[in-house]
């Protein structure tokens, strides 16, 4: 893992409170006066309780804490939700969600990261281009938000459409404005799987990154991302570091005892420290691409071979990460990989350059799950939501990376689409973003985007080209990095 985001392996956004100066002049307007009362100041007290007391008057919500933000209001809630939405009766759970409130009159995006929820302000892409509010929800089973006791069978992706549906039809009484829904990479597949099983909720979708891994058996393609992907050059010292930590596994796994030794990893799940070790060691090209630009080549040892085992160590641990499949580094995402090995399905790539050096192979998310939760997969899942992709898109926008492998997978759009796109940034990993597409596909998605949620400038409406965010970029608020920071280090979308 990146020596800078070592300990990142909570979902936390790592967003502090930004000044009032990145927030748009509309917004200040809207929200500034409940902002400044929440701070302390001289605004009626009618202005401050108002909007929280409208949120927390809906049953089973209730108030974690609110932040104080400039020019907006943030909250931090809990919400009961059905452990089962086909039987409701037969227990509840705590989801929790957060909500960056602007003014009821501005329209909102549905944020989900498909994992852990922030606890801090920020503001998605498409929340900026529309200058509105956002909700943000955790994936159920993601703790705090897990059932107690847990009934695995009851995290599949229409249960969580359905945790999405409740929440969005409880304040859409409140926000009734458009709606809009984003995430990226499994944000973007749970954004995806919330509008095909309720196609009336939203007004738009913006998914990026999104995997699409509609046969699991058949990963191909995947093949013949890196067989292409980058330059020969950069796929060779690649393969080169990854070839030598497999020869080198002796010694390169003495020290990686003594590593975990020192910080007190076990290898329960995945059963013996040489799996662990394997398995980083198997994610160190996909990861290089998942995360890293073409120009980091740079960064990866150019004579693998006579290199030290302190170089061939450092770039393996920078790029993968060695406690990711440790226990301690896969507690936290065991919903993930239950869900991998259940209806998401997951990659195996040939990677030929190794040889005979792997012995394991890319296990399988059974590797990576406590064998007390049973696990079957079921291959229809994904064939249903692609093919109502293909045939019912509706105002669906896709956004991927050139040189991101989840996008060897990508959705893709069939004669039934409407108004939807699927759009590629050159060079793009996998945090591309719509500023990233080349000038004419940005000015259309960014159109696309105003116009879903009802927002679009009259200039807009008559010309796409001059379409560009309602609100100003902020560095902090806006932060782009962030799900990269979420997923750095393991083979998760």
């Given at each position: 893992?990146?020596k800078?985001?070592?300990?990142?392996?909570s979902?936390a956004?790592?967003?502090?409170?930004?000044?009032?100066?990145?927030?748009?002049a509309?917004?200040a307007?809207?929200?500034?006066?409940a902002?400044?009362q929440?701070?302390g100041?001289?605004?009626?007290?009618?202005s401050n309780?108002?909007?929280?007391?409208?949120?927390?008057?809906?049953p089973?919500?209730?108030l974690?804490?609110?932040?104080p933000?400039?020019?907006y209001r943030?909250?931090?809630?809990?919400?009961?939700?059905?452990?089962?939405?086909?039987?409701p009766s037969?227990?509840?759970f705590?989801q929790?969600?957060?909500?960056?409130?602007?003014?009821?009159?501005?329209?909102t995006?549905?944020?989900?990261?498909g994992y852990n929820?922030?606890?801090?302000?920020?503001?998605?892409e498409?929340?900026?281009?529309?200058d509105g509010n956002?909700?943000?929800?955790e994936?159920r089973?993601?703790?705090p938000s897990?059932p107690a006791?847990?009934?695995?069978?009851?995290l599949?992706?229409?249960?969580?459409a359905?945790?999405?549906?409740?929440?969005?039809s409880?304040?859409?009484?409140?926000?009734?404005?458009?709606?809009l829904?984003t995430?990226?990479?499994?944000?973007g597949?749970t954004a995806t799987y919330?509008?095909?099983?309720?196609?009336k909720d939203m007004?738009?979708?913006?998914?990026?990154?999104?995997?699409?891994?509609?046969?699991?058996?058949e990963d191909?393609?995947?093949?013949?991302?890196?067989?292409?992907?980058?330059?020969k050059?950069?796929?060779?010292r690649?393969?080169?570091?990854?070839?030598?930590a497999l020869v080198?596994r002796?010694?390169l796994?003495?020290k990686?005892?003594?590593?975990?030794d020192g910080n007190s990893?076990t290898?329960?799940?995945?059963?013996?420290l040489?799996?662990?070790?394997?398995a980083v060691?198997?994610?160190?090209?996909w990861?290089?691409?998942q995360?890293?630009l073409?120009?980091d080549?740079?960064?990866?040892?150019?004579?693998?071979?006579?290199?030290t085992?302190?170089e061939?160590w450092?770039?393996?641990?920078g790029?993968?990460?060695?406690s990711a499949?440790?226990d301690?580094?896969?507690?936290?995402?065991?919903?993930?990989?239950?869900?991998?090995?259940?209806q998401l399905?997951?990659?195996?790539i040939?990677?030929?350059?190794?040889g005979?050096l792997?012995?394991?192979g890319?296990?399988?998310?059974r590797?990576?799950?406590?064998?007390?939760?049973?696990?079957?997969?079921?291959p229809?899942a994904?064939?249903?939501?692609?093919?109502?992709?293909?045939?019912?898109a509706?105002?669906?926008?896709?956004?991927?990376?050139?040189n991101?492998?989840?996008?060897?997978?990508?959705?893709r759009?069939?004669?039934?689409?409407?108004?939807s796109?699927?759009y590629t940034?050159?060079?793009?990993?996998?945090g591309?973003?719509v500023?990233?597409l080349?000038?004419?596909?940005k000015a259309?998605a960014?159109?696309?985007?105003?116009?879903?949620?009802g927002v679009?400038?009259?200039?807009?409406?008559?010309d796409?080209?001059?379409?560009?965010?309602?609100?100003?970029?902020?560095s902090?608020?806006?932060?782009?990095?962030?799900?990269l920071?979420r997923?750095?280090?393991?083979?998760?979308?």
């Amino acid at each position: 893992m990146r020596k800078a985001l070592r300990g990142i392996l909570s979902l936390a956004v790592l967003i502090g409170t930004v000044s009032a100066t990145g927030a748009s002049a509309g917004a200040a307007t809207a929200a500034e006066p409940a902002a400044k009362q929440s701070n302390g100041s001289s605004s009626s007290e009618s202005s401050n309780e108002d909007i929280k007391d409208r949120i927390l008057a809906i049953p089973g919500m209730s108030l974690i804490e609110e932040k104080p933000y400039p020019g907006y209001r943030f909250f931090v809630l809990n919400y009961t939700q059905p452990v089962d939405h086909k039987h409701p009766s037969k227990g509840t759970f705590q989801q929790r969600i957060t909500l960056l409130h602007k003014d009821t009159t501005r329209p909102t995006v549905f944020f989900t990261s498909g994992y852990n929820v922030s606890t801090n302000p920020s503001r998605s892409e498409p929340t900026q281009i529309i200058d509105g509010n956002q909700v943000s929800l955790e994936y159920r089973f993601f703790t705090p938000s897990r059932p107690a006791p847990a009934d695995w069978s009851k995290l599949d992706i229409w249960q969580a459409a359905s945790d999405q549906h409740r929440v969005f039809s409880a304040l859409k009484k409140i926000y009734s404005k458009n709606w809009l829904t984003t995430g990226g990479s499994k944000g973007g597949m749970t954004a995806t799987y919330f509008e095909r099983f309720y196609p009336k909720d939203m007004d738009g979708v913006v998914a990026y990154v999104a995997p699409n891994d509609v046969v699991n058996d058949e990963d191909s393609a995947y093949d013949r991302f890196f067989a292409r992907v980058g330059t020969k050059e950069c796929r060779d010292r690649l393969a080169g570091v990854q070839r030598e930590a497999l020869v080198r596994r002796e010694p390169l796994e003495k020290k990686f005892a003594a590593y975990a030794d020192g910080n007190s990893l076990t290898f329960n799940t995945v059963g013996t420290l040489d799996k662990a070790y394997e398995a980083v060691v198997m994610d160190y090209v996909w990861a290089f691409w998942q995360y890293s630009l073409l120009a980091d080549c740079e960064t990866v040892p150019a004579d693998a071979k006579n290199a030290t085992d302190q170089e061939i160590w450092d770039s393996v641990d920078g790029i993968s990460g060695f406690s990711a499949y440790a226990d301690q580094g896969l507690e936290t995402y065991t919903p993930y990989y239950y869900q991998a090995g259940t209806q998401l399905g997951s990659p195996d790539i040939e990677q030929p350059w190794l040889g005979n050096l792997s012995r394991y192979g890319y296990q399988p998310p059974r590797s990576f799950v406590p064998r007390s939760i049973p696990m079957k997969f079921k291959p229809a899942a994904m064939r249903d939501v692609d093919s109502w992709v293909r045939n019912n898109a509706r105002h669906m926008l896709y956004v991927y990376g050139e040189n991101d492998p989840w996008g060897a997978e990508p959705f893709r759009l069939g004669r039934g689409a409407r108004d939807s796109y699927v759009y590629t940034v050159p060079g793009g990993n996998h945090g591309s973003k719509v500023a990233g597409l080349v000038a004419d596909e940005k000015a259309k998605a960014t159109a696309a985007v105003l116009r879903w949620a009802g927002v679009a400038p009259a200039a807009v409406q008559a010309d796409p080209a001059k379409a560009k965010p309602l609100a100003k970029f902020d560095s902090r608020l806006d932060e782009r990095d962030a799900e990269l920071q979420r997923d750095q280090g393991t083979l998760r979308p």
